[in-house]
């Protein structure tokens, strides 16, 4: 799959094929284990984190581990953003497991412009907690990563083309499985502690599943797409809360503003530049969204922050 917006179509046909695998897709046929273990396959190149540490992919970051990479670039205003935002969930879902029973680890697609500083300040804006690494190097050892992942297009043409899927895997068993970052964060938890687990886990994170049957469909968007960075009448996150915003925007704008905002970012337009500097200078990401998607989105953000105003009357 692709960060950019050139072949909608195709991008959806790739995502539509995905989400209707159950569980995860085996990366490489039906006996991983046989294909993708030990130094003999990976490389043992090295990459540097945030902090301008030199790690050897195999035998520092995934030797042993179960792991979450993922690749992404910093001055991406596409879906990496997002990609981060729906990670950072899951960093919270995992607690102490991070660093401990799964190592999680983003490397950059953009070497040149994409230095340890660089992947420290991005941390910094999306509050990325210890435990989370950042990775950059040279980048023919990175594109041989993401080809020993299956993470590499052959036709890629620019920064944007990169695959934005996360691949979960266990070294030591030699199992690798895709998500997309469409998935419910529970979902990436659920994988990394449950299947790719060798041993039961005493103390599993407490969450509340969202996998609820017969949701409508805003709600689903809200939830896949948008809940990484927002909420609706419980406060800021990364981006604001959305109480309200429906009776705040034009709809004209609110319907662009959720199905291209990084045009209307590159346009400068003066309301999103506001609240692109108002956020962190975080940009909201093109989520991929067709008219009807955002009009649903949009009913659903509206019932939702009625259903808020009336609790909070009702409320002592």
Partial sequence: MSCTQVTTKKYWGAI??????????????????????????????????????????????????????????????????????KLRQVQDLLGDHVGK?????????????????????????FKVRPGWQFLTGKKEDIDLIRKKLAMYREDEQELGDHAINFVLGNEATGQWLKRTPFDLPETIVAVLLGRLQTRSLAALPAYSAQTLPAVRTGADLFNTRCVSCHTIGQGDKLGPDLLGVVSKR????LVRWLMEPDVMLAEKDPL??????????????????????????????????????VQAANSP
């Fill in 250 to 253: 034009e709809r004209a704008w």
């Fill in 272 to 309: 999103a530049i506001a609240l692109y500097n108002q956020y962190n200078k975080l940009p909201m990401p093109n989520m991929r969204l067709q008219h009807q998607d955002a009009l649903d989105l949009i009913e659903y953000m509206q019932v939702e922050s009625k259903q808020v105003k």
């Fill in 16 to 85: 539509a094929f995905q989400l209707l695998l159950v569980g995860t897709l085996l990366l490489w046929g039906s006996h991983p284990a046989n294909a993708v273990r030990g130094g003999k396959y990976f490389p043992n190149v090295p990459l540097i984190n945030q902090d301008g540490e030199i790690l050897h992919f195999y035998d520092d970051i995934i030797k042993g581990k179960v792991v979450s990479i993922n690749f992404m670039f910093t001055s991406c205003g596409d879906a990496c953003p997002l990609e981060t935002a």
């Fill in 101 to 125: 029973n799964v190592y999680m680890y983003s490397i950059t697609v953009d070497p040149d412009r994409d230095t340890p500083a660089a992947l420290k300040a991005y941390m910094k804006k």
